[in-house]
């Protein structure tokens, strides 16, 4: 007797537990469109503030770098301007990334990537790139961007 007793108890035990998992997976279920509708808006909000974060950082490392060369609006000078439609259309973030982090060879573009002997990080170079993508909405049509003071370097 005392036998059925604990079966029946046991099987009452069960049977609530198994009432609250059916009750905490329908309130899943319910919030679930809730989280597929609110989550998308989230996540643009928070890349938003990421690239306003790097575009900040990348400002303030260009201003103490790449300005001397490149012009503080990156309307160039010694180097090529990179505030123009011809450099921001034609190169995509690998790209400029890339000219960062290894240089040109035969300019005065030396490598600033820590990997090449530099004194920026990748996270420094992908700020710097991402500041430089920031222009490229109001670029100005620059036709001789490469050499904007009639130099002839680089």
């Known amino acids: 007797m005392a036998e ?10 069960t049977n609530r537990w198994m009432w609250w998992g059916l009750a905490i997976m329908a309130i899943m ?8 509708i609110y989550e998308p808006s989230a996540r ?4 938003d503030l990421q690239e306003a974060s790097l575009v900040e950082q990348g400002g303030a490392i260009y ?9 503080q609006d990156g309307e160039g000078g010694l180097g090529p ?3 123009s439609q011809q450099f921001l259309t034609a190169a995509v973030d690998r790209q400029v990334s890339g000219l960062i982090a ?12 820590l990997d090449f002997g530099g004194p920026f990080t990748s ?31 680089g």
């Open 63 to 71: 201003s103490l770098n790449c300005a001397s060369c490149h012009g």
């Open 102 to 113: 290894v240089g040109v060879p035969g300019t005065q573009m030396g490598a600033y990537s």
């Open 81 to 83: 301007a990179l505030n």
């Open 123 to 153: 996270e420094q170079i992908e700020a710097i790139t991402t500041f430089l993508r920031a222009w490229e909405e109001d670029a100005p049509d620059v036709e001789n961007w490469r050499d904007p003071l009639g130099l002839g370097g």
């Open 44 to 47: 643009a909000d928070a890349r």
């Open 29 to 36: 279920v319910a919030i679930f469109p809730l989280y597929r």
């Open 4 to 13: 059925r007793t604990y079966d029946a108890e046991l099987e009452q035990e």
